[in-house]
């Protein structure tokens, strides 16, 4: 319902300010609407991955609203879908070059881009997803969070390699029901009280044990890290800095939404399934520079190529963005099955694949029921 009310006010933003196809006189009125695009863009790009196992332009999923009180319409097809989102993305783009966002909570032109790379990458738009993440990424506004910062509690919106985030206060009143109560042990939090949270097993293992992200999971022992330990908590990676445990109430940690990280692993992703081999290992090396102090130990990657090259980048990916909400677009655009760990509670073992209607929703039933348009929710 929430992402419904951000298309909504969206909508609501571009038409107080002269609509769909104006382009607006004032840079300032042209950062707003850029700003409310990108996340109609964003907003939109989501349901497509929700209500849809893959991309298919001729696949009917879901209704496009583009102005605010729209009644009721039928599904359009994801071709459409997609049309507006490149569209509202590359507007947004042109509108925001050289805007100076406020803070990170707010959009900019480099967050839009970021997201066009996704848009591009799930399309299977090799070249056009790197070349957005590449433009991220030569732009030098980011540096890639360091081997300190990736296991310094990933508390603060200042962080040089976050793109996009949001500055939660105290005025914001959050609590257990909040991102940090779901993984942080050291907030009021389920990781507290035992419905835990973490890394398949079968993934941690696979992790060098030279590589600094090893040292993001594990169990507590009072204000200190057993790394390795069940039940493999990220309690090294997401953590508030006082380590009490229930201790950070009302939340006031920071979100992150986007990382520049993001851009140099996708970046790889789509140089290696277009075969240039070169390119996809520098840009993964660039990363690992920042997760092995020893350059032998990542030595191996010049020996890869093809498929061998695509899935380390796939498992970096993986193990970078735990937690961050990452690897479900990955599984998607890859058509990837996953095993879960022997240390989950719920099907532990059990391969899952992209196209399991388990990882795909049906529109629900209170939409066919108000939209006489809609008929019957996606297979």
């Not at 890859?334 to 196209?355: F, M, P, Q, V, W």
């Amino acid at each position: 319902m929430e992402i419904l009310l951000q298309i909504n006010s969206a909508n609501l933003i571009i038409a107080s300010n002269g609509g769909n196809d104006v382009i607006p006189e004032s840079d300032a009125v042209k950062g707003v609407v850029g700003q409310a695009k990108t996340v109609r863009a964003f907003a939109y790009f989501y349901l497509s991955q929700y209500y849809a196992i893959k991309y298919d332009p001729s696949a009917e999923i879901l209704p496009l609203y583009i102005n605010p009180g729209e009644p009721g319409k039928p599904k359009s097809t994801m071709g459409e879908i997609y049309d507006q989102i490149i569209a509202d993305l590359d507007s947004a783009i042109s509108f925001m070059d050289g805007y100076a966002r406020p803070n990170k909570a707010s959009i900019n032109q480099n967050v839009a881009r970021g997201i066009l790379a996704y848009v591009y990458a799930s399309m299977g738009e090799n070249v056009l997803a790197k070349q957005q993440a590449d433009a991220v990424i030569n732009s030098g506004e980011f540096t890639m969070m360091n081997a300190t910062e990736v296991t310094g509690g990933f508390t603060a919106l200042s962080t040089p390699g976050w793109m996009w985030g949001f500055d939660l206060t105290e005025a914001n009143d959050l609590g257990l029901v909040s991102w940090h109560g779901f993984m942080d042990y050291y907030s009021y939090s389920y990781q507290a009280v035992g419905n835990y949270r973490g890394i398949d097993d079968g993934l941690y293992a696979r992790i060098n044990d030279n590589d600094i992200r090893k040292k993001q999971f594990g169990a507590p022992s009072g204000n200190t890290l057993i790394p390795g330990a069940g039940p493999l908590m990220p309690i090294g990676k997401f953590y508030n800095l006082n380590k009490v445990q229930f201790g950070q109430l009302p939340i006031t940690d920071d979100y992150v939404y986007m990382r520049v990280a993001e851009m140099y692993l996708l970046s790889a992703e789509m140089s290696a399934v277009d075969g240039d081999d070169t390119a996809a290992k520098n840009r993964l090396k660039e990363v690992l520079a920042k997760r092995f102090d020893n350059p032998a130990d990542y030595s191996y990657v010049d020996g890869l190529s093809g498929s061998a090259l695509l899935d380390e980048i796939v498992f970096n990916t993986k193990i970078e963005f735990l937690g961050e909400g990452k690897s479900y677009l990955l599984m998607k655009r890859r058509k990837l099955s996953n095993t879960r760990g022997t240390n989950h509670l719920n099907r532990a073992g059990e391969t899952i694949s992209y196209d399991d209607p388990m990882v795909t929703f049906s529109i629900h039933q209170r939409e066919i029921t108000d939209n006489p348009n809609i008929t019957e929710g996606n297979k």
